[in-house]
């Protein structure tokens, strides 16, 4: 590739840009659990109220707040319309709050790992980046935080890539004792027991930020939006685009958030299911950090992230794999349907059949040759072959459908 053109902003030209989850290619079937979307479709009344969208509002510009979602989303949550602002998903939340609350120049600050769309949208802002490590069992570290004297503090809650979740009265106490901004990104709340909402109310420097991607399945729509004080909702609305949310997006938004009842039940399935695969593989020899998303982070026995990525990958399952210190030797794996989790755990199983049968393949001669009876002394070996023959139908059987469930 040539020279990025002189004309380019030199902080863009040096960026490497946010890499987005892989994506199959057209009429690629595959078992998808690598962008953490739901793996239910939208509620029936979502449909309906797309459907229902006539030619006059596509032909004329969308009301520009999106107020048909605001008044629908404020009664579900307890707050008032002013107090919401609707984006083109969380992630335009997120560029909207770092041009307001970030001068250039500026810090913006997070605990890490997380979200790597935040360093992206500092650079942008010409704004500097200071990510703090998280302290001990993924604590906030409060002080470690206040120290860095950033203009803002953004904090993923349930964290991506971890699952990992930081609870209210930290987030009070940061909130507390920080003069700038803490935006609190809850993209997975919804898979939650708890979220910071309530801190919006006693807090005007928090802004919660959530998104219809994930627990209404919306992924494809791109919807978000931001809670605060109505004095920062005025600020943010200066700074989002004209007409950030279309006319189709914000009908099936608001349908969305007001069925309740549908998607409570998904949010469920989707808790229950997490439990059982991040027991299975628990099981397996996996350790799996307690997640609060639709995700599991889970390190791998031998620390080869990529190989199990690799490796199920060419067995048409899609994880994903951060090449990253502290995060190479572990997969993130989104929680599917229950066909999609028994594919991913059959699959986990055969590679390690796999593994084990190269590893016996590479032994030295003379550990074949050791009498039957030494083998027979230690039965490791045939605990770890016998069930990789016994769940092979049903490896193929559980991917088949999973898969065919991807059409």
Request: with cysteine; hydrophobic share 45%; glycine share 6%.
């Amino acid at each position: 590739m040539s020279s990025p053109p002189s004309f380019v902003r030199a902080p863009v030209r040096d960026m490497a840009g946010y890499a987005p989850g892989e994506q199959p290619g057209p009429g690629e079937r595959v078992v998808k659990l690598n962008t953490n979307e739901n793996p239910f479709p939208p509620s029936p009344r979502v449909m309906r109220a797309v459907r229902e969208v006539d030619e006059e509002a596509l032909r004329r510009y969308p009301n520009p707040t999106a107020d048909a979602f605001r008044a629908a989303a404020a009664k579900v949550l307890g707050v008032t319309p002013d107090m919401i602002l609707a984006a083109n998903g969380s992630d335009d939340v997120l560029t909207i709050a770092t041009r307001a609350f970030v001068s250039p120049g500026g810090t913006l600050a997070y605990p890490d790992p997380t979200y790597s769309l935040y360093p992206v949208l500092a650079q942008l802002q010409d704004a500097k980046v200071t990510a703090v490590p998280w302290a001990a069992n993924y604590g906030l570290p409060i002080d470690a935080l206040l120290a860095t004297k950033a203009d803002a503090i953004y904090l993923a809650n349930p964290n991506a890539p971890t699952g990992t979740f930081v609870p209210p009265s930290a987030v009070a106490e940061l909130a507390a004792a920080f003069g700038g901004a803490v935006l609190v990104d809850e993209a997975y709340a919804d898979f939650a027991d708890d979220n910071c909402l309530a801190l919006v109310r006693r807090f005007p420097n928090v802004v919660v930020s959530r998104t219809l991607s994930k627990g209404y399945s919306l992924a494809g729509m791109r919807f978000g939006f931001a809670v605060a004080q109505p004095q920062v909702i005025a600020e943010l609305l200066k700074v989002k685009d004209s007409y950030n949310c279309d006319a189709v997006s914000v009908a099936a938004a608001a349908a969305a958030i007001e069925d309740q009842e549908y998607y409570r039940g998904n949010w469920d399935y989707v808790r229950r299911e997490r439990q059982r695969v991040s027991a299975e593989l628990t099981q397996l020899g996996y350790a799996v950090i307690d997640s609060h998303a639709n995700f599991v982070l889970a390190g791998v026995p031998d620390g080869r992230g990529k190989d199990v990525y690799l490796g199920l990958k060419k067995l048409g399952i899609l994880v994903r794999f951060f090449d990253k210190p502290g995060l190479a030797d572990k997969v993130r794996v989104t929680i599917g349907t229950m066909q999609q989790n028994n594919a991913l755990i059959e699959g986990v199983k055969e590679l390690a059949a796999g593994a084990e049968k190269a590893s016996a393949a590479a032994r030295p001669a003379a550990d074949k040759d050791k009498p039957d009876k030494d083998k027979q002394a230690d039965p490791a070996e045939h605990r770890a072959a016998a069930p990789a023959a016994a769940v092979r139908p049903a490896d193929k059987a559980d991917r088949a459908e999973a898969v065919a469930q991807a059409k």
